[in-house]
């Protein structure tokens, strides 16, 4: 993935803002986003839960609001979450191991991390956008 997020090439065909109480909105725009675009019934699933995840987590964590980008280039499915929150702190290691047990918190950014073909994260005090790719395939 040569750098979602600045890609110039890119045309955003899905672009929605989101709050709390937002989600299935946005798990629906998604579906319909990927069933459009040839997505299996698993690569729809996936794109959709960590899309759920991104979003969950920007309501919780990331200022309570943000902004869905989905796009399409060549054979892969783009997925964009953007919130306002105050970034987070050491966002290379974020959701690498999977939590322990019993820990509260901390699925969200690790599930992403393990069904998403890659993930980029960018983040600071205005903010992190979360970019995940899913390639089309079968």
């Keep these: 993935m040569a750098d979602a997020a600045q890609r110039s090439d890119r045309i955003v065909l899905v672009d929605l803002e989101f709050r709390r109480g937002d989600l299935h909105r946005i798990r629906t725009a998604t579906t319909s986003f ?9 690569q729809v699933d996936k794109l959709v839960l960590m899309a759920s995840e991104l979003v969950v987590n920007a309501v919780s964590h990331g200022g309570g609001r943000g902004r869905v980008q989905l796009w399409r280039l060549g054979h892969h499915l783009y997925c964009e979450v953007s919130d306002v929150g105050h970034g987070i702190p050491h966002p290379d290691e974020v959701g690498m191991a999977a939590p322990r047990a019993g820990e509260p918190g901390g699925r969200g950014l690790w599930v992403v991390r393990s069904l998403a073909d890659t993930v980029q994260i960018y983040s600071g005090p205005a903010g992190t956008t979360i970019t995940i790719c899913v390639p089309l395939h079968g």
């Design 34 to 42: 990927a069933m459009r675009h040839g997505a299996s019934g698993g």
